[in-house]
């Protein structure tokens, strides 16, 4: 059974920083592209960032100089390191693991608010 589970959610302050995290298991995690993506209400899920199984990364353009996106294989996990938050960073993170010609497995989200 493929798992993904998001952590690491939660308030932050303008221009503070936080640090996701999304642990897999079921899965042969090395093998896998992760990515991140985020929703906010009434708006339509958005790509954040991306890391191959080789590590080549790629952010969309609304975090880009702001975040980093890593992986750990060892941990099968994916990280993805925000700065310098705003108040639109505001959404639903949701982490997801695809292996190419293969549907993707997503996790359940976790919450993130940029609030004062």
């Known amino acids: 059974q493929v798992q993904l589970v998001e952590s690491g959610g939660g308030l932050v302050q303008p221009g503070g920083s936080l640090r996701l995290s999304c642990a897999a298991s079921?899965?042969?995690?090395?093998?896998?592209?992760m990515a991140w993506y985020r929703q906010s209400p009434g708006k339509e899920r958005e790509l954040v960032a991306t890391?191959?199984?080789?590590?080549?990364?790629n952010y969309g353009d609304s975090v880009k100089g702001r975040c980093t996106i890593s992986r750990d294989n060892g941990k099968n996990t994916v990280y993805l390191q925000m700065n310098s938050v705003k108040p639109e960073d505001t959404a639903v993170y949701y982490c997801?693991?695809?292996?190419?010609?293969?549907?993707?497995?997503w996790g359940q989200g976790t919450q993130v608010t940029v609030s004062s």
């Open positions: 997801r693991a695809q292996r190419f010609g293969t549907a993707p497995y």
């Open positions: 079921g899965i042969r995690f090395s093998f896998y592209a």
């Open positions: 890391i191959t199984s080789a590590s080549v990364t």
